[in-house]
């Protein structure tokens, strides 16, 4: 954490100097007319603030720690990292800690013996008990406005977007292309020599950038067998590479491009990151809570929209030359779809109400959606309605799905394609 460790180094050394000014400076000697503690009662009152910010410290964070324990078993077990990471926690914590490490070392430091009188410590000690009241009191409201599920999904819909940004968009796009030399492709029919992960766990992240750097100067094509998020055995084959030239390869400097742990995380994981939103909806259908499923649906409708507007799903990345160097793998837009929204309409197959939220919001995405990827939405539509055939309870349940259905169907130019559903 960036925040707690940068402002416990800053205490640390207003540590010094306020213990400086007190004992070289004679300060509380200097200002006994208008304001200075003496030996005793500063004693006194650090001692009694480092017991208070450590208790007032443990009590915040037990706290938060109990409420999320709740909301991950009702939501996702996944957002107490996201509340931990956001910067307004970490900031508190730092203050917290820090207002600790000042009056811990404050009250060790403490000598009756080098000056009767203090001035600076006590002082400092007073504000920075009443600065962590004041971070107290804003933790406590972050943490309400924060466990709002709007709030709580609104953050995590952020955090997706941020990634389809920065890796779909600003990292790779330089390099994917439709159209380039592809002089080695009578190479690629042969048999290729695999490369071993050589440790078991997720693929966290690829340094793409320097793997077709590397694979330029090595004249080589390579191909990955798997996407971030998927997990390997330590003997699974994690890429593929053609050397037409037959030269020795470093084939662990590749290997070092990857980084495989035990866990999934966000940072180049755009399905991880939309999963969260999913669970939420997922366990808000199982809590008989609608209201915040739709509103997770509607957030994984944004997520999705912004990858069909951003990315090309082009599984070629070449070099600075137009030379193919890395095949990735082929993944077009149904497979986020069905990944974001064909979970939740598994586990919302028995409730009308939330399908036809299902519909409406494909038609939402349809209107902002790249129209090659129509297609795949009016399949998935399409797919959603057949299992609804024989569940509608009542006449408005079916006028509901129905009416929705049609409207996907005007937005994506099937027509056509929704009179022939309703004929059979």
Not at 123 to 146: K, Y
Not at 293 to 322: C, M, P, R, W
């Amino acid at each position: 954490m960036v925040y707690p460790c940068s402002l416990r180094l800053f205490f640390t050394s207003f540590i010094m100097h306020c213990l400086f000014g007190d004992f070289n400076y004679d300060l509380g000697d200097r200002f006994r007319s208008y304001f200075a503690v003496d030996y005793d009662l500063t004693r006194t009152l650090v001692s009694t603030l480092t017991a208070g910010i450590l208790s007032l410290t443990i009590f915040t964070f037990n706290l938060v720690l109990v409420v999320f324990t709740t909301f991950s078993g009702q939501f996702s077990p996944r957002m107490l990292k996201n509340f931990i990471a956001s910067k307004a926690t970490q900031r508190v914590l730092g203050i917290f800690t820090g207002s600790f490490v000042y009056v811990l070392l404050s009250f060790l430091f403490l000598n009756k013996r080098i000056t009767e009188y203090y001035f600076a410590v006590p002082l400092v000690a007073t504000f920075l008990a009443m600065f962590s009241m004041g971070a107290f009191i804003f933790f406590i409201n972050h943490a309400v406005a924060w466990l709002q599920v709007n709030e709580m999904t609104d953050d995590m819909k952020k955090e997706a977007l941020g990634i389809v940004q920065s890796t779909m968009k600003n990292e790779l796009d330089q390099y994917k292309v439709e159209d380039f030399n592809d002089t080695d492709a009578h190479i690629r029919q042969g048999k290729g020599t695999p490369i071993q992960a050589g440790r078991p766990g997720y693929i966290q992240l690829v340094d793409f950038i320097t793997m077709i750097q590397e694979a330029q100067k090595d004249d080589i094509v390579i191909k990955l067998e798997y996407t971030i998020g998927c997990y390997v055995f330590e003997t699974t084959p994690l890429l593929t590479y053609w050397n037409k030239h037959g030269n020795n390869l470093d084939e662990d400097k590749y290997l070092e491009f990857f980084s495989i742990r035990k866990k999934q995380t966000e940072v180049q994981d755009i399905e991880f990151s939309i999963n969260k939103l999913v669970e939420v909806a997922i366990r808000a259908l199982g809590n008989y809570d609608p209201k915040t499923a739709t509103t997770a649906i509607y957030q994984v409708g944004e997520v999705l929209v912004s990858i069909s507007q951003i990315t090309d799903f082009s599984h070629y990345l070449v070099d600075d030359k137009n030379n193919l160097r890395i095949i990735l793998q082929e993944i077009d837009f149904n497979h986020y779809l069905y990944h974001g929204l064909g979970y939740i309409r598994h586990y919302a197959k028995d409730n009308v109400i939330v399908s036809t939220d299902i519909l409406k919001v494909l038609d939402l995405m349809a209107k902002s959606l790249n129209p090659r990827d129509y297609e795949a939405v009016w399949d998935f539509a399409i797919h959603t309605a057949q299992g609804f055939e024989n569940l509608f309870l009542f006449e408005q349940d079916s006028q509901q799905f129905y009416s929705a259905l049609r409207n996907l169907a005007t937005t994506t130019d099937n027509l056509i394609n929704y009179d022939k559903f309703l004929k059979k």
